[in-house]
């Protein structure tokens, strides 16, 4: 089983760039469709971005589209978040999730193993 654990959170100002990166456990990594979701207190967790096991099909939410870059480094089985012109409105925690073989849905329940977790807070 794969496990996953994210880094880079932190406190940036509005406007900045931040690069979130997921790293994976197991040698199957190339194998799982992997996205990013954030959640904020109260609120059900969001689909921000998903970049499939293929390496065909990356889509965003139209909410980071034009901001956000995802990536993959399936040598190093890692998965990117490269932000940029952040917003208040992205602070979040910030999750990464994997679903193998999968063909890329945005609903929380398509993807079988999450981190636990890294806090985004952009101040205004």
């Known amino acids: 089983q794969v496990q996953l654990v994210e880094s880079g959170g932190g406190l940036v100002q509005a406007g900045d760039s931040l690069t979130l990166s997921c790293a994976a456990s197991g040698s199957t990594f190339d194998t799982y469709t992997m996205a990013w979701f954030r959640q904020v207190p109260g609120k059900e967790r969001e689909f921000v971005a998903v970049t499939t096991w293929s390496g065909r099909t990356i889509s965003y939410s139209n909410s980071v589209k034009g901001r956000f870059t995802i990536s993959r480094d399936n040598a190093k089985s890692t998965l990117y978040l490269q932000m940029s012109s952040l917003k208040p409105e992205d602070t979040g925690v910030y999750y990464c999730?994997?679903?193998?073989?999968?063909?890329?849905?945005?609903?929380?329940?398509?993807?079988?193993?999450w981190g636990q977790g890294t806090q985004v807070t952009v101040s205004s």
């Open positions: 999730a994997g679903d193998q073989y999968g063909v890329g849905y945005s609903k929380t329940n398509s993807y079988e193993i």
